[in-house]
């Protein structure tokens, strides 16, 4: 195991220190200025595409705000188009030809990270090479249930009906489709921590639309040999975050996962209690928090910060994405009050 250099890399490997490290989810993006003004020139996948410009977007946030890591400037949809997967934005993504059947599922092929994804490789080192000593890079990927929601979906949604209705309706195309996603985004993981990544997180935005049975039979099987592979390639924390996942947790506790991320829903006095306080904890202040009178945002975090005091460490983080709406003054009067109130209370 490598030696943990960065306050958020301890804090993912189970040391605590004077206070929790601090990332926001959709740190890089619409909400800061700088970013909207990149974008006049240059549309989203042009954006991703660009090692130049993402590695720029990727810095952005870091520039601004005294954060503890920066996470890659991509979306969880880039490396499908490695596999086969015609793709567009429209702002969200939209399929060419969703996947409906068994013989769909066969036109797909493993994603071979260096010959299609090369670009956020590139951009990951470039990031590497101007991030600050102090700070952690964060390389992440779709979970395998997430992508192939979007996949058999055609786009997005608020249900995922058809996804589901796949899942249960052909269970031995589902399975292997979850499958081919599973070793395919472990290869792209891999390939991102060789590029310059500290740290690798999982997004599994729509898992919290399978009950735990369905979880259990389907998705978590796949999510602990993606885990395993990556284990046995790379050495990096790992971080597994499951949006409206508070009934998953008790099966989320199997995973092989250094840090488990909570939405802004379950207090992490809870989460801890279901995972058990060896477990590291990623939140989870409600982004709407970030709307709210400086009073009430710092004891809104003051509470989060609390609340993660039983775990093994905490990292200091939102339950979910920053709203595209929110000031970035809020965002930097978080940040120095969770420095302060943990700096204060270790003093």
């Known amino acids: 195991m490598p030696e943990p250099k960065t306050l958020f890399e301890k804090a993912c490997r189970g040391i605590r220190e004077s206070r929790p490290p601090v990332w926001i989810m959709r740190q890089a993006g619409r909400y800061l200025p700088e970013y909207r003004k990149l974008r006049e020139r240059v549309d989203f996948l042009t954006a991703t595409k660009t090692p130049e410009i993402a590695a720029r977007i990727t810095l952005q946030p870091l520039e601004r705000f005294p954060l503890d890591a920066a996470i890659l400037f991509s979306d969880i949809m880039t490396p499908l188009e490695g596999m086969g997967v015609g793709l567009d934005f429209a702002p969200?993504?939209?399929?060419?030809?969703?996947?409906?059947?068994?013989a769909d599922v066969d036109t797909l092929r493993a994603l071979v990270p260096e010959e299609s994804a090369g670009f956020v490789l590139e951009t990951l080192r470039m990031v590497r090479a101007e991030l600050r000593s102090?700070?952690?890079?964060?390389?992440?990927?779709?979970?395998?249930?997430t992508l192939f929601c979007y996949l058999v979906e055609g786009g997005g949604s608020k249900d995922f009906a058809t996804a589901r209705a796949f899942l249960h309706a052909e269970?031995?195309?589902?399975?292997?489709?979850?499958?081919?996603?599973?070793?395919?985004m472990a290869a792209y993981l891999v390939a991102q921590a060789r590029a310059g990544a500290d740290?690798?997180?999982?997004?599994?935005?729509?898992?919290?639309?399978?009950g735990p049975q369905s979880f259990g039979r389907y998705v978590l099987p796949i999510l602990k040999d993606t885990v395993a592979a990556i284990r046995a390639e790379v050495d990096r924390p790992l971080i597994y975050f499951a949006n409206a996942g508070a009934t998953l947790l008790s099966q989320v506790r199997e995973l092989d996962a250094d840090v488990v991320g909570i939405d802004w829903t379950l207090p992490l006095s809870r989460a801890v209690q279901d995972l058990g306080a060896d477990v590291v904890v990623q939140g989870n202040l409600d982004p709407a928090a970030l709307f709210a009178s400086r009073s009430e945002l710092?004891?809104?975090?003051?509470?989060?910060?609390r609340e993660?005091?039983?775990?093994?460490?905490?990292?200091?983080?939102?339950?979910?994405?920053?709203?595209r709406t929110t000031d970035p003054d809020q965002v930097a009067f978080l940040v120095d009050h969770v420095h302060e109130q943990s700096l204060r209370k270790a003093g």
């Open 171 to 184: 269970p031995e195309a589902a399975t292997r489709l979850l499958r081919l996603l599973g070793t395919s």
């Open 92 to 102: 969200g993504p939209v399929l060419d030809r969703p996947i409906r059947s068994a």
């Open 308 to 323: 993660g005091a039983g775990a093994a460490a905490h990292v200091f983080n939102l339950g979910h994405g920053i709203h």
């Open 298 to 305: 710092a004891a809104a975090a003051d509470d989060v910060l």
């Open 134 to 145: 102090d700070a952690a890079l964060i390389g992440f990927a779709g979970a395998p249930f």
């Open 199 to 210: 740290a690798l997180m999982l997004f599994d935005s729509w898992a919290g639309l399978v």
